[in-house]
């Protein structure tokens, strides 16, 4: 059974224009004029509305959504020492599925349909990611030494899942040593899963790294051979260029935070020129709630093209549809979806934005309304792997998602 | 006939509390609990809803809505000369006053109330304000020289609308004279109307000055005896200390436009601290549709707080309460209306926010969560000098501001 979208804007990075979508069973089947209905086919009115490639969020921590405004406007250190740690210490693996039903609610609403996650009980994250109908990439994080065995039970039970992508997520190179980075590179070898980690957030981080090794962090990334296309690498802020281009010639992608970089002041902006120049693979994403606040990859596509504009004084840097392509086919290829675009053969993982807004007139540019007028809430249906997992605004049991949230968010400060 | 909120949160810069809130024609009558409904009160139910003051807009150019979107990423000459002045040049009366409304019911959706506009046709400007409910202090924009007698005239229409503040709306020290300046304060101080002007928004304007006038401008400015508590300054990014200590001491306000500063590059971050600690009245503003690309003063606050953090390079610097107190009663302070609080004796300028959604789960902190999560959207019901102009969602006669919009855009780059 499939879905027939009619007479919609069909826009994706490649510009925009008018047709029918027709979805079989999990991928787009045909693009154009007068689609016919086939058997069975349900039919969606695609009049006033737009049909965009879902958004990927290739960077966050989805169940700390709970902790979300708990702890704001603080120094770095006070804020994850103090505040952030000692609460995610008590987080049992149901709060884990609560706070990650609550972010995959909010991601849905929000026109996400692919996200990739770094926490702790993987189990839990990949069973609301299937709850909520979102496809998701899947990491335990992975700080100091770890049970080689355990996590490839893990990657195992992970595979079983629907829509799930199996990663292994060593937390960074300041958490976990360069022996156990090279296990886990081997590891995601081993069983065809990705890599997520953090990288050059802060340069202390790199700082730290290079006094105590004696070499740059990314040299020394490479002479392990973590370095690969599988390899997912968060932040990517403190890079020089060589750096850079040692990172595109392995096929590393980099997920862009912008608002999670300014809020807790990575310090300067991600040096997107240059990497656009070596053709490193930039996709975006929130980061968590926590350090956010919203997983809203909207507002993260405006943060990314205003933060380039801003911090490298040039008002043509980053353009609206640059920052489309980061938060679609850039993300898609990260993760190694066929996803991203509206073209036959691709993922049917796509939103319907709903025209008949302020932010979406006048109509002189449809991709620069996503980007710099539109928010999230533009979303009126999504669809993922041909499922339609919110349908006119409506997402099921989402009051119940909502209640369980609060109540263990509640409860959480309190244990 | 009054209004009574029942059982809602009720949040300001000061805090948040639960009760009731009444009103009593155009102003709020108690705050409390258990409230008494009197004969001929509306009562809205306020479980689930929290209610903030009307969030005031104090600088946009609200008709260039009908320019969202239409010439972005450009170098800014080739933004302002090529693509905007052509489009403005051809601005009828008529034209701005669909734009406007455009303007205000994207500006009512997203909870602003009060509005401080500078544009052509101020007439049309007010007639739009006062069709969609909001309160706006309008200013004909002056440019070069100009005709005293009809600037007046204009004055006293203004004044005869409801919810309008009449103001003078010199451009800037670049396209107006200082003798032209000096006519317009006298002017403003006669008719006692506001004043709307452009200050230090580039290191280009700031250094022409000086070159030309062999002083700096807020120096010139004040000479001429344009600095007052009138004076509503827009962007002041390019000010120092005894620049900014002389503009508090003499009761100007200010007014932050973040989201345009990083997209135009303004080159740096206001410098909020320092106006702070001169008690300086710092305001926030979306600055037109054409720079931003929206109204969303929820997204305004965001930018401001993680400019400044990102800028400065501090993430406790401009917390979420300083950026609500911005955007709230400094808003208000700034264009002379008793507004900004939810207090007896204030305006009844509010708007219901519905918290049943995922950036206000869970409920740590509302303020946090009002600036760092929530956007425009969030916004249920809205209501400006007593008198309900959105309520549960709904604006009466959207489709058609928005159908009128299209067409006169459409009109607009095709004449």
């Known amino acids: 059974m499939g879905i027939l979208i009619q007479g919609v804007r069909i826009v994706d990075a490649r510009g925009a224009h008018e047709g029918d ?32 490639p879902g958004l990927i969020n290739t960077h966050t921590h989805a169940a700390m959504v709970l902790l979300r405004s708990y702890a704001d406007d603080l120094a770095l250190s006070e804020w994850l020492k103090n505040r952030i740690w000692p609460l995610e210490k008590k987080l049992t693996s149901e709060d884990v599925r609560i706070g990650t039903r609550l972010a995959c609610l909010e991601m849905v609403r929000s026109g996400t349909t692919t996200f990739n996650d770094m926490y702790f009980h993987g189990d839990s994250v990949a ?8 496809r998701a990439c899947v990491s335990e994080v992975l700080i100091g030494d770890f049970q080689t065995g355990r996590i490839e039970e893990g990657l195992e039970r992970l595979k079983a899942r629907r829509n799930v992508i199996p990663a292994v997520g060593p937390h960074a190179a300041y958490s976990v040593s360069l022996d156990m980075l090279k296990n886990a590179a081997a590891l995601a070898e081993r069983h065809d899963a990705r890599v997520h980690f953090h990288l050059a957030e802060t340069r202390e981080e790199v700082d730290t790294f290079r006094a105590r090794e004696g070499k740059g962090l990314v040299e020394a990334l490479d002479e392990i051979g973590f370095l690969s296309p599988r390899l997912l690498a968060a932040h990517g802020v403190w890079l020089d260029e060589r750096e850079i281009s040692q990172l595109a ?22 040096d997107y020129e240059t990497m656009e120049r070596h053709s490193l693979n930039v996709t975006l994403g929130t980061d968590g709630a926590a350090s956010n606040n919203n997983l809203d990859m909207f507002e993260s596509m405006k943060f990314a093209a205003l933060l380039q504009k801003h911090h490298y004084g040039n008002p043509a840097r980053l353009s609206a549809r640059e920052a489309f392509r980061m938060a679609t ?5 990260a993760l190694g979806i066929h996803a991203g675009l509206i073209e036959p053969g691709y993922l049917a993982d796509v939103a319907l934005l709903d025209l ?7 109509d002189h540019d449809i991709l620069s309304n996503i980007v710099y007028a539109a928010r999230g809430d533009c979303v009126d249906t999504v669809i993922v792997g041909g499922r339609i997992v919110m349908e006119n605004g409506r997402v099921e049991g989402e009051r119940t998602v909502l209640e369980e949230a609060r109540k263990t968010a509640r409860d959480l400060v309190n244990r």
């Open 249 to 270: 010639r392995r096929g590393v992608s980099v997920s862009h935070c912008p608002a999670s970089n300014m809020k807790l002041c990575a310090g300067k902006a991600l």
């Open 21 to 52: 979508v027709s979805i079989d069973g999990s991928v787009i089947a045909e693009v154009g004029h007068g689609l016919e209905r086939k058997a069975g086919d349900r039919v969606i009115d695609g009049r006033g509305k737009a049909v965009i």
């Open 127 to 134: 069973r609301a990611a299937e709850e909520l109908g979102v």
């Open 356 to 362: 008949e807004r302020p932010c979406f007139t006048p």
């Open 329 to 333: 086919v850039n993300g898609a290829r």
